[in-house]
């Protein structure tokens, strides 16, 4: 156990983690929900789309909490795909400015909490042999 520690054990870095993807996950789930009512089918498919990976990554991060480390690996892949998405919506479909101010909330939102679920803490903690 880590000296910045939470009284359950866990580290505070995997507590952000957990915050930011959470963040991230009701914002993306929002925009998917926005996109659904926009008239043109792209924005609708893309709706849907946003709100598949919201209430994935909001899933993933419950999981990833809970000491799976499977599930830390498959938030961050989820997230960092994510983002890639996100930077492709920007450059090949035309956002409304509000959407595109939610989408640098989620995107800073994800990569933080990538950033932070590979912490040294982080990983010693879903491994606690050392062995990964």
Do not use: C, E, H
């Not at 930011?20 to 893309?46: D, E, F, N, Q, R």
């Not at 892949?77 to 492709?88: E, Q, R």
């Amino acid at each position: 156990m880590t000296d910045n520690a939470l009284p359950t054990g866990r580290p505070r870095t995997v507590a952000a983690a957990y915050y930011s993807w959470m963040v991230a996950a009701i914002v993306i789930a929002a925009m998917g929900l926005l996109m659904l009512t926009y008239p043109v089918l792209a924005y609708k498919l893309v709706g849907v789309l946003l709100l598949a990976v919201g209430l994935g990554l909001g899933f993933l991060a419950g999981r990833a909490r809970k000491r799976d480390p499977r599930f830390g690996r498959a938030a961050m892949a989820l997230a960092m795909a994510s983002v890639a998405f996100l930077g492709l919506l920007v450059l090949f479909l035309p956002v409304p400015i509000g959407v595109l101010g939610l989408m640098v909330i989620a995107v800073v939102a994800l990569i933080a909490g990538s950033a932070l679920n590979q912490r040294p803490a982080s990983i010693s903690w879903y491994y606690p042999d050392g062995d990964k």
